[in-house]
């Protein structure tokens, strides 16, 4: 059957750019609506799924209580894909009920699947591959420091792991410089992320001029002899840009990819930052529903 609409939220670099600085500026009054506690009941009679077939509990946390402060309902559905039922099987059981299907699972082309299947919109609230809310969340609270992205140069301090991936993703759509900075041996290759807004480098040195430092945690078998050069401490942050916003995504392995002292550090903001990702994801639930 033919979906609807075209309103899936798979992949960053799946919407169109104005779409996706739209649903930013968006974030932005739904920041400040949250704070007088005057949220717009945007989701009014929307039932909304959320489906966690995978751990972790921020993001999947923020939608909940999001779908709930823009006056929707939403039902945490216990469902384990790629078991007895097909995916078919599972979209329209779904789609008898629910208008949104928000999923955390492991597989991104088993989200593909239901995408391709289910009439309701699909969200990507994180895969193996890829973790596009966490990054337009990000992007959000970086715009409500600076006023624009135009011209963002992101330091991305991690493997090729999905919080890397969401970077390279938007730097496919939106005008913002992305380089990874790491060992070769995890630098990204698949050729349907390369773009000329995204380079690797082993360059430390690189980070100096960044205007954003992302890291993400230290890659399975990696050994700390390779690791700690990498490892983003206070005194590496003093070499950096005095505007330098430092955001280590979470959880944070204090002693690996960052020292204590990182954490105080004045430039690192990731605690405040993450208040946008409950921002971002309403707005993005806004404009799915829409």
Same mark, same amino acid.
């Given at each position: 059957m033919p979906k609807n609409s075209? @309103?899936?939220?798979?992949?960053?670099?799946?919407?169109?750019p104005? !779409?996706?600085? +739209?649903i930013i500026d968006r974030a932005q009054f739904l920041a400040t609506a949250w704070t007088d506690r005057t949220m717009p009941q945007s989701l009014f009679g929307k039932r909304v799924a959320l489906i966690a077939d995978d751990s972790g509990w921020?993001?999947?946390t923020a939608f909940d209580l999001g779908v709930q402060a823009l006056g929707g309902i939403c039902v945490t559905s216990p469902i384990s894909f790629n078991l007895r039922e097909p995916t078919a099987d599972l979209a329209q059981y779904l789609d008898n009920w629910f208008d949104i299907l928000v999923v955390r699972t492991k597989e991104l082309s088993m989200l593909k699947d239901l995408a391709s299947c289910a009439k309701a919109p699909v969200i990507n609230a994180r895969t193996k591959s890829n973790h596009p809310c966490e990054t337009l969340g990000d992007l959000a609270y970086i715009q409500s420091k600076r006023g624009t992205l135009e011209g963002l140069k992101i330091a !991305? !301090?991690?493997p090729d792991a999905n919080i890397l991936r969401s970077w390279v993703e938007a730097s496919? +759509?939106?005008?913002?410089q992305v380089k990874q900075v790491y060992p070769e041996n995890w630098h990204v290759r698949d050729v349907s992320l390369l773009n000329p807004n995204f380079a690797a480098s082993t360059d430390l040195s690189e980070m100096s001029n960044a205007d954003i430092i992302?890291?993400?945690?230290?890659?399975s078998g990696a050994s700390e002899h390779h690791m700690l050069r990498y490892q983003i401490s206070a005194s590496m942050l003093e070499t950096c840009r @005095?505007? !330098?916003i430092f955001l280590p995504c979470p959880p944070v392995a204090r002693g690996q990819e960052v020292t204590v002292d990182a954490m105080s550090h004045p430039a690192c903001q990731s605690g405040v930052a993450k208040a946008y990702l409950l921002h971002a994801q309403n707005a993005l639930l806004e404009w799915v529903a829409a």
């Open positions: 075209n @309103r899936d939220f798979l992949e960053f670099h799946g919407l169109p104005d !779409v996706i600085l +739209s921020r993001n999947t !991305v !301090v991690a496919i +759509s939106l005008p913002i992302v890291t993400d945690c230290w890659p @005095r505007d !330098v």
